[in-house]
């Protein structure tokens, strides 16, 4: 039998039409999971799920706004009328540069309604089919941020923070329903993020400021997408099994090596 083997295991991805999201989509597809894709670009969405049918796999695609609760929960009841979820991955997420001064009202409803309540709503949905299903994983999408200092990171952070303390408290609520909840906390990963930001804020240097942003990363370079979903898909794999309740960070060893 092969290693991380998804097959016969029905996943969702939320945020899996770009960047670190499709290549969780990509990652699952390519161990057989049949892949169903939320996010709001459905175009990026339906972009993936080609890549995926491509490799012999299944997915489908579903333009959603997880801030939606009502967008969600309808979603998700088409998914579970005929499936069962056994796996959800909550990635889709906002970022958002600068310090509580420069973080105005909206911007930070704007971040708590993806970042935090889009979570919440995605578990909330999916809980009782994971239940009804015996059991099954919810990994979640934090970062560094949600336990060390970032500079100019003030709501980011804040909304990483939460999703960190929901991790935990579902763990813990759901151990008995045979649901693990974990989450991974990545460092600095080169998605097209990285790269409108740098076009944006420091034109005609841009290949200086991917190196300084590089360099800010001890192992003195920036995660690869592939790199985050290979560990995404270990967790969420039958391998993880014991695993439960426990936050991974991916980060080239910021979190422990800065300053040391």
Known sequence: MTKFSLKNKVAIVTGGGSGIGKSISLTFGAQEAKVHILDFNL????????????????????????????????????????????????NAGIAHVGNVEAVEEADLDRLYNVNIKGVYNCIKASIPSLKENGGGVILNLASIGSSVGLNDRFAYSMTKGAVLTMTYSVAKDYISDGIRCNCISPGRVHTPF?????????????????????KTQPIGRMGTTQEIADLVLFLCSDEAGFITGSEYPIDGGFVKLNGK
């Open 43 to 90: 175009e990026g969405a339906q972009e993936t799920v080609a890549e995926i049918n491509a490799l012999g796999a299944a997915a489908e695609a579903h333009q959603c706004d997880v801030a939606n609760q009502q967008n969600v929960n309808d979603i998700i009841a088409k998914i579970t009328k005929n499936e069962s979820i056994d796996i959800l991955v909550n």
């Open 194 to 214: 990285v790269d409108g930001f740098i076009k944006k804020n420091y034109p005609g240097r841009e290949d200086e400021m991917f190196e300084n942003l590089s």
